[in-house]
């Protein structure tokens, strides 16, 4: 008896977790009014004051004396890909400040193959399975999110629809006044 209860309950928590995700892919793929400006909102749950002891390798300008910002994007998420296709279109050459790119995803095949199909190969990226150094680092679970780190210390997370808006929002867009 115990053990088919422990079973329903299990059934029921994953049915509960799929629910969840349709729900916000759903969301996501949901169209916004076509002269809806694109949004930049806060992130709520994340590690602020987080100190990265060593940057990954692709990151190491992040590591620096000034204002750099982490993009992370999702696999499995329809803003990602749209935020994705932005920075294939326009690359990093409106940015005053280092930027860093993180591809979480189940497997590294499928973030490989997301920086493949997006053109983001020559950008500054790092595929992170399972989402495990973001998470771990920084306790984000929510994606597309942009890490602002100002002096290797996370000052700010945003979440974000506009690769555009959001460099402006953080002050690191080339026609923006820094943001101190």
Same mark, same amino acid.
């Given at each position: ?64 004396? *000034? ?69 771990? *680092?920084?306790?984000?679970?929510? *994606? ?7 002096? *290797? ?28």
């Amino acid at each position: 008896m115990t053990i088919v209860l422990a079973c329903a309950l299990l059934l029921l928590t994953a049915a509960v977790v799929v629910l969840f995700a349709m729900m916000g892919e759903l969301a996501s793929r949901t169209a916004a009014a076509p002269d809806a400006p694109a949004t930049v909102s806060p992130l709520e749950e994340y590690r602020l004051g987080a100190v990265v002891e060593e940057w990954p390798e692709p990151f190491a300008a992040l590591g620096g004396d *000034s204002r750099g910002v982490l993009l992370v994007l999702s696999t499995v998420c329809a803003s990602c890909a749209k935020v994705a296709a932005q920075l294939s279109e326009r690359g990093l050459s409106g940015v005053s400040g280092p930027v860093g790119i993180v591809i979480s995803c189940a497997e590294q095949a499928d973030g490989d193959d997301f920086v493949r199909r997006h053109g983001l190969a020559d950008l500054p990226y790092l595929v992170d399975v399972r989402g495990a150094w973001v998470a771990g *680092s920084f306790s984000v679970s929510q *994606s597309p999110t942009a890490l602002v780190f100002d002096d *290797s210390v996370l000052s700010q997370g945003h979440l974000f629809t506009s690769v555009a808006d959001l460099l402006r929002e953080v002050g690191l867009a080339k026609d923006s006044p820094a943001i101190v």
